[in-house]
């Protein structure tokens, strides 16, 4: 870290405060640049901190430079930070957004007439598409089918070119791909009849007015010199295409990515770009972010464990090809992230009898961590599907916790805060009061509804106070930011900032759980979070039959482990409904995470609603007691140790506080958090046991071999010589 600059307006003190990595990003103004950045490693931090000092500096035209990500809300964010860092001007939007933007202004010059009308769903045209050819659909066929057309247009796919690369692909909505075909033709010649398109022509003409007019290419590359890609393992081929397009040969090119968290190639989405820059910009600088700034050090060893778990399988995979005279794939190294949190709570990791068991058992889990301050707009239960959101959405309603379902109705769709927008624009046109924006804000909405103290209850009332509540609070967060830079925040500014947000969709926080897939949660973080759901079937889902298909499920995952700063519940259920027989196991790719929390396989079974063990599982004879009372031992420490929190310990004092000096140095030695040696619970049964062999010590809960490989001899040489120094 450096010190800040006397001058907070010198180019120098935009850097101030970044770690040396994310210093080194942000100092790196000019010709291609790969930023590698971990989840949790501030990557927006970085690029909108190397922005604004290329804008300080003098290298960058904030007019000239175009920055490009791929939601709305990421982009508003984005605008909203470089606003903070006194770079204003700079253009942050999605490359739809971008597209359009440079189709509307150049249609009349490159195309001529009237620009048709953007179509908002493909299903109604479809249909027509399908009835020209006599072709019967469903609704659930219909969606599929648009799905497909999406995919065949991202990847620059044709009618004529889709059945040359769509072999492989599952026969979307029941048809085969022959017919698809012809579908395809048909649903663009209505849409041609209508003079419409639809939301992927928008790249697609784009990039054709670009390839065909030399004078709009001409004008696009005068007026953005320099670009910057977030998120760039999730570029499309067309949309890699037109950006290829904007920069014409050049190299002032910045992406930011992550192949871990490719998580959308259903959509075209391939990190091959990503994984191949340096190849196409030999020049290219790498910079790789690694520090974790947002989770735990025990939640991100969890998402360590679980990719590593893969490489793993690879390296016996290119060992096993290499020695048949086959030439591997090239694999990419996954970042191993570092975090540089506090250490917080073990991660939880359960099986339930029944989908309802699973609910209610997180419900109480919320109610507790509600209880113990943690605010309910910072716990989120993510799964993979939307169907599963159902028996979470009864649990939390039946123990009053209010909920939001990421992905329903848009915050500024809703009527409340339709009707508050309304209202504090006709006040915009009159000074706030002398207490500033938020004083302000919190009389006009009182008179709608609007109290300090929130409502008892959920439903409608609950719903709107927090609608409302959330736009106070943005109130506040807005002020607050602008004191910090020596500026007054006016009702203007604040109105503004709501305009823009309601065009990009970027909705304050509201209180109240958050519901959604994992999917939707990519970009999101929570206090606390619920991976739900995690059996075979559902993690991986069921249609994931490739190692291509499965590996993509497995990013998943780990986007959802890192969605976590602190509190990370892993749960998996026997049966779908009450009384199931129990046909469901758990997902493999919670084997590695079991090993690493010293669980046993399979984890505890645990009966409605009571954190006690299930009488009629058939895992009954792998029921943990407590070696001293014989409680039911309910904790992965607990089954650890052998014994309850409350029963005294059994092993030699001494000789564990003689293995937690020596798992410190050693730790420090290799540079990682003590727990990742060997957790407090491991080092209490190897106190007790005292084991002098490999053999021994593979016994002993939270060893392993590889831990083993990795300090077994260190370890066995302390407890041989704690051996010698009671003999002497």
């Known amino acids: 870290m450096t010190s800040t600059p006397s001058d907070p307006q010198a180019p120098d003190a935009v850097l101030a405060g970044l770690d040396d990595e994310q210093r080194e990003a942000?100092?790196?103004?000019?010709?291609?640049?790969?930023?590698?950045?971990?989840?949790?490693?501030?990557?927006?931090?970085?690029?909108?901190?190397?922005?604004?000092?290329?804008?300080?500096?003098?290298?960058?035209?904030?007019?000239?430079?175009?920055a490009v990500t791929f939601t709305a809300r990421a982009a508003a964010e984005m605008r909203s930070r470089l606003n903070a860092l006194g770079a204003p001007g700079v253009q942050a939007r999605t490359f739809h957004a971008a597209a359009l933007r440079q189709l509307q202004y150049f249609w009349p010059m490159a195309i001529g007439g009237t620009m048709p009308e953007i179509l908002d769903h493909k299903v109604r045209l479809l249909t027509e598409a399908a009835r020209r050819l006599h072709i019967s659909t469903d609704r659930a066929a219909l969606r599929d089918l648009a799905s497909e057309i999406?995919?065949?247009?991202?990847?620059?796919?044709?009618?004529?070119?889709?059945?040359?690369?769509?072999?492989?692909?599952?026969?979307?909505?029941?048809?085969?791909?022959?017919?698809?075909?012809?579908?395809?033709?048909?649903?663009?010649?209505?849409?041609?009849?209508?003079?419409?398109?639809?939301?992927?022509?928008v790249l697609l003409l784009t990039v054709g007015m670009l390839e065909d007019d030399e004078r709009v290419a001409a004008q696009v590359r005068q007026q953005y010199r320099h670009f910057v890609v977030d998120e760039y393992q999730d570029v499309s081929?067309?949309?890699?295409?037109?950006?290829?397009?904007?920069?014409?040969?050049?190299?002032?090119?910045?992406?930011?990515?992550d192949a871990a968290q490719t998580i959308y190639s259903f959509t075209g989405a391939t990190p091959d770009h990503l994984l191949q820059f340096t190849r196409r910009h030999p020049q290219a600088k790498v910079v790789r972010l690694v520090r974790d700034y947002r989770s735990t050090p025990q939640v991100v060893q969890l998402a360590n464990v679980l990719l590593a778990d893969r490489t793993r399988e690879q390296a016996k995979i290119r060992a096993q090809m290499q020695a048949q005279g086959e030439q591997p794939p090239a694999w990419p190294d996954p970042l191993r992230l570092i975090s540089q949190r506090e250490h917080g709570p073990a991660p939880s990791l359960t099986q339930h009898a029944d989908d309802d068991a699973e609910a209610s058992w997180i419900a109480e889990q919320i109610v507790a961590l509600r209880d113990s301050g943690v605010p309910l707009s910072e716990i989120a239960i993510l799964?993979?599907?939307?169907?599963?959101?159902?028996?979470?959405?009864?649990?939390?309603?039946?123990?009053?916790?209010?909920?939001?379902?990421?992905?329903?109705?848009?915050?500024?769709?809703?009527?409340?805060?339709?009707?508050?927008?309304?209202?504090?624009?006709?006040?915009?046109?009159?000074?706030?009061?002398?207490?500033?924006?938020?004083?302000?804000?919190?009389?006009i909405l009182s008179s709608h509804g609007w109290r300090r103290e929130a409502p008892e209850g959920t439903g409608a009332v609950r719903e709107r106070?927090?609608?409302?509540?959330?736009?106070?609070?943005?109130?506040?967060?807005?002020?607050?930011?602008?004191?910090?830079?020596?500026?007054?925040?006016?009702?203007?500014?604040?109105?503004?900032?709501?305009e823009e947000r309601s065009a990009a969709q970027h909705a304050?926080?509201?209180?109240?759980?958050?519901?959604?897939?994992?999917?939707?949660?990519?970009?999101?973080?929570?206090?606390?979070?619920?991976?739900?759901?995690?059996?075979?079937?559902?993690?991986?889902?069921?249609?994931?039959?490739?190692?291509?298909?499965?590996?993509?499920?497995?990013?998943?995952?780990?986007?959802?482990?890192?969605?976590?700063r602190k509190h990370l519940y892993m749960?998996?259920?026997?049966?779908?409904?009450?009384?199931?027989?129990?046909?469901?196991?758990?997902?493999?790719?919670?084997?590695?995470?079991?090993?690493?929390?010293?669980?046993?396989?399979?984890?505890?079974?645990?009966a409605p609603s009571s954190g006690t063990v299930n009488p009629n599982s058939r895992a009954k004879k792998r029921t943990a007691t407590c070696s001293s009372c014989g409680t039911v031992l309910t904790t992965g420490t607990e089954v650890k140790r052998r014994r309850c929190e409350d029963c005294p310990a059994r092993y030699d004092e001494e000789l564990y506080e003689r293995l937690r000096s020596w798992r410190s140095s050693h730790a420090k030695e290799l540079d990682v958090p003590a727990f990742v040696v060997f957790t407090d619970a491991t080092l209490e049964v190897i106190a007790e046991r005292l084991p002098r062999t490999d053999a021994e010590l593979l016994q002993v809960p939270g060893v392993g071999e590889r831990k083993l490989e990795k300090h077994g001899e260190a370890l066995k040489a302390v407890l041989s010589e704690a051996a010698q120094a009671r003999r002497g």
């Open 26 to 66: 942000a100092s790196t103004l000019t010709g291609p640049l790969c930023i590698l950045a971990g989840a949790g490693t501030g990557k927006t931090r970085a690029i909108t901190h190397r922005i604004a000092y290329g804008v300080r500096a003098g290298v960058y035209d904030p007019h000239r430079l175009l």
């Open 150 to 201: 999406e995919w065949a247009k991202v990847s620059t796919l044709t009618p004529d070119s889709y059945l040359e690369l769509a072999a492989h692909r599952p026969e979307p909505g029941g048809v085969d791909h022959r017919t698809f075909a012809k579908l395809y033709q048909s649903y663009e010649d209505v849409k041609l009849d209508k003079h419409l398109i639809d939301f992927e022509d």
């Open 237 to 257: 081929p067309l949309q890699q295409r037109l950006l290829d397009l904007w920069l014409g040969g050049r190299e002032e090119l910045c992406v930011v990515g």
């Open 383 to 443: 799964y993979r599907t939307n169907g599963q959101s159902q028996a979470f959405e009864q649990a939390l309603a039946t123990a009053g916790i209010s909920y939001q379902l990421r992905g329903s109705e848009r915050f500024f769709s809703r009527r409340e805060v339709r009707e508050a927008l309304a209202a504090l624009r006709t006040s915009s046109l009159v000074e706030e009061s002398g207490d500033g924006v938020p004083k302000t804000v919190r009389d």
């Open 465 to 498: 106070w927090e609608s409302m509540s959330a736009l106070v609070g943005l109130a506040d967060q807005l002020h607050a930011e602008r004191e910090m830079l020596d500026e007054t925040l006016t009702m203007r500014q604040f109105i503004t900032e709501l």
């Open 508 to 564: 304050p926080t509201v209180e109240g759980v958050t519901l959604a897939s994992l999917h939707s949660a990519k970009g999101l973080e929570w206090d606390a979070v619920f991976l739900a759901g995690l059996s075979e079937g559902l993690m991986p889902i069921t249609f994931a039959k490739t190692q291509r298909e499965i590996d993509e499920e497995r990013r998943l995952l780990y986007v959802g482990i890192t969605r976590a």
């Open 571 to 606: 749960s998996s259920a026997q049966s779908r409904h009450s009384g199931g027989r129990g046909r469901r196991s758990p997902s493999r790719f919670l084997r590695p995470l079991r090993r690493e929390l010293g669980l046993e396989e399979p984890t505890r079974r645990i």
